[in-house]
């Protein structure tokens, strides 16, 4: 999709109280790469220092030698072009404060996604007002995403601004124009993902303009990575949608509890959401305990293995707003964190059989949180599938032919799961990743033998 086409699935219109929506100006299809956008600023996470270039966000390999910036040592580049694009947007006024910055204890003091927030706040207020004159009205004239920035709706006004990084006058921005600025961009900042792993933050103005949230979302946004580009964010949709119907993101993880996505909601971006999910989840709250008894919730963990077995094509929301009243204690908070811990501990420790009970407990746990084309579980689906795979190549001599064969089955199911579902996503993130894996473990199952 290229930039042209930006708006050729979406129109924006009246939404009766978020302002606007987008909607779908035509029929969509599952996986279709609806909108493309790039970035006003983009910053990495603290971690990833030197692991990624600073600009393009490509990571260091055996091809890629990353340069440091020879004036703060703490920037770092794939190449010349990359390291002037940088300076010339924001880090030639950066740079020369950044150490001394970084090691204050304000920001010292600062969770890691303040940290991060408190970058891109920097870079922003370099970016729209370039000659640190905050009487002028913001640089909106030479970049289209400026323009659309100031457009955004403030969210909830935080009560702290984090301490900026700027190399001259920095105690002359005036708290009105930081809070300004960041009351919108705390309210539309986009955590920048690579197979699901996070690596930045980042404010893309337009998506912010358009896509208003559901944690029952007909879309969700993937990142692409190409060396020496900004990083674009791209919409892809996860089912049919309708001409007319709004196009909605998750701008949080729709398997959290119902109570922490409301209250991170409203902390956050100022209201309470009312999407089919929640509205369900609220009848059926409290949640009923999980059974204490280990046989009764067997019993349970294997209804609900049954009950997601069955995949209705068709079906748009998730399993849970059809699943059994009995089944409901397994809504349980404490349950999905429990499994996830238990899988990934684990397939760690080669202990096969639980691995595959948990993950397959968890897969059917995610069937009922997220929508069948969710990325996550495609990716949960492809590590239960070389779990499974583990388990075959890892198992002895004296392994009965019968186990040998439900490992195998296992992992064509599970990978068969993974294909549809990150097929569906598409290509994104750093080069390699699930869909090379899947190819590869689909070659390995097909051959039977050994890695
Ligand atoms: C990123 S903007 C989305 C675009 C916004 N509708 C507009 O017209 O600019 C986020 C803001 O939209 C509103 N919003 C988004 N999703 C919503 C929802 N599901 N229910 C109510 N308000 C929502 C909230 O005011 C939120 O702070």
Same mark, same amino acid.
């Given at each position: 999709m290229d930039d042209s086409e930006t708006m050729r699935y979406i129109r924006l219109s009246d939404h009766p109280f978020a302002r606007n929506q987008a909607t779908a100006s035509q029929p969509i299809h599952p996986g279709q790469v609806i909108f493309a956008t790039l970035p006003l600023?983009?910053?990495?996470?603290?971690?990833?220092?030197g692991q990624r270039c600073d600009n393009c966000h490509c990571l260091a390999n055996d091809r890629v030698a990353l340069l440091k910036c020879s004036g703060c040592a703490s920037f770092w580049y794939c190449g010349v072009n990359c390291q002037i694009t940088h300076w010339k947007a924001h880090h030639r006024r950066i740079c020369k404060a950044y150490n001394r910055y970084t090691i204050s204890s304000g920001y010292q003091a600062l969770p890691v996604n303040e940290k991060v927030d408190a970058m891109l706040l920097s870079q922003l207020l370099v970016q729209v007002f370039p000659k640190d004159d905050f009487s002028l009205p913001p640089l909106a004239g030479n970049d289209p995403l400026v323009s659309v920035f100031f457009d955004l709706l403030q969210g909830p006004t935080h009560a702290n601004i984090p301490g900026l990084c700027r190399t001259s006058k920095s105690a002359d921005v005036p708290q009105h124009i930081a809070r300004e600025c960041f009351s919108r961009f705390g309210n539309n900042n986009f955590v920048l993902h690579s197979h699901l792993n996070t690596f930045a933050h980042g404010v893309y103005p337009l998506a912010s303009r358009l896509f208003n949230h559901s944690c029952i979302p007909n879309c969700v946004v993937k990142y692409r990575i190409t060396r020496g580009e900004p990083v674009k964010m791209e919409i892809v949709s996860l089912h049919?949608?309708?001409?007319?119907?709004?196009?909605?993101?998750?701008?949080?993880?729709?398997?959290?509890?119902?109570?922490?996505?409301?209250?991170?909601?409203?902390?956050?971006?100022?209201?309470?959401?009312?999407?089919?999910?929640?509205?369900?989840?609220?009848?059926?709250?409290?949640?009923?305990?999980? *059974?204490?008894?280990?046989?009764?919730?067997?019993?349970?963990?294997?209804?609900?293995?049954?009950?997601?077995?069955?995949?209705?094509?068709?079906?748009?929301?998730?399993?849970?707003?059809?699943? *059994?009243?009995?089944?409901? *204690?397994?809504?349980?908070?404490?349950?999905?964190?429990?499994?996830?811990?238990?899988?990934?501990?684990?397939?760690?420790?080669?202990?096969?059989?639980?691995?595959?009970?948990?993950?397959?407990?968890?897969?059917?746990?995610?069937?009922v949180l997220y929508h069948r084309n969710f990325p996550q579980i495609g990716m949960h689906a492809l590590e239960l599938a070389k779990?499974?795979?583990?388990?075959?190549?890892?198992?002895?001599?004296?392994?009965?032919?019968?186990?040998?064969?439900?490992?195998?089955?296992?992992?064509?199911?599970?990978?068969?799961?993974?294909?549809?579902?990150?097929?569906?996503?598409?290509?994104?993130?750093?080069?390699?990743?699930?869909?090379?894996?899947?190819?590869?473990?689909?070659?390995?199952?097909?051959?039977?033998?050994?890695?």
């Open positions: 600023t983009t910053a990495l996470l603290p971690s990833t220092e049919e949608i309708a001409a007319g119907e709004e196009i909605t993101i998750p701008y949080l993880d729709p398997a959290l509890p119902y109570e922490t996505r409301q209250n991170a909601l409203q902390a956050n971006y100022g209201f309470r959401c009312a999407c089919l999910l929640c509205t369900f989840e609220k009848r059926i709250h409290p949640i009923p305990s999980l *059974p204490q008894n280990t046989e009764e919730f067997a019993a349970l963990t294997k209804q609900l293995q049954t009950f997601t077995e069955d995949e209705d094509e068709t079906q748009d929301v998730p399993l849970m707003l059809s699943m *059994p009243a009995q089944l409901y *204690p397994l809504l349980n908070e404490s349950y999905l964190p429990e499994l996830s811990e238990q899988f990934s501990h684990s397939s760690h420790e080669g202990e096969y059989e639980t691995a595959l009970l948990t993950g397959r407990n968890l897969l059917a746990l995610y069937k779990t499974a795979w583990n388990a075959v190549v890892t198992a002895g001599p004296d392994t009965p032919p019968s186990q040998l064969q439900r490992f195998e089955e296992q992992a064509i199911s599970s990978l068969t799961t993974a294909r549809r579902v990150l097929q569906n996503y598409g290509p994104e993130g750093d080069e390699g990743g699930p869909l090379e894996e899947i190819l590869v473990l689909q070659e390995l199952l097909e051959e039977g033998r050994k890695p």
